[in-house]
């Protein structure tokens, strides 16, 4: 008689039944985790552009700004839903379609997560020194908005100069 080998109903059971619950608490750290990296990409992506920005000037010899914009045409709106980086040829701080030349188009955040600026934020524009034109440093806030405290902070002096910390913040949400 041949010998059966395999798995009898009960230890196929048993086994499904330890997976589900090792997949049930490991799910809930699996998002913790996309949104943590969600934070620190759009992160990236905002310092990647205010440092574009800053070399785009120094290297052209000309004003560069970077301005918030809703429809990635015009500055105005809030920094979450974009911004645009252009030479600004005459220092305005907006982007003139005949004289401006439009370097970049950022679409802003995704997910739930929201970027705030300070006060003196809504455009920045960078010398061809590579300082600002701000009278005083900005910052900026990127935040989770499903009640998480989380968000990371982007701090930008007079001189052009950029930190970003990965600390938590303070994010009302």
Known sequence: MKKEIGFTLVELMVTLSLA???ISVAIPSFNTMIQNNRLISQTNQLVASLNHARSEA????NTVTICSSSDQITCGGAWDTGWITFVDINANGAFDNATDTLLKVNQGTEGNNTLNGTANTGSI???STGF???A????????DTR???Y???VSLSTVGRLSSSTAPVSCTP
């Open 20 to 22: 589900a619950i090792v």
């Open 58 to 61: 120094i290297g052209r010899g």
């Open 125 to 127: 524009s960078y010398l």
């Open 132 to 134: 600002t034109n701000l």
């Open 136 to 143: 005083a440093n900005a910052s900026f806030s990127l935040c």
């Open 147 to 149: 009640g998480s405290s």
């Open 151 to 153: 968000g990371h902070q």
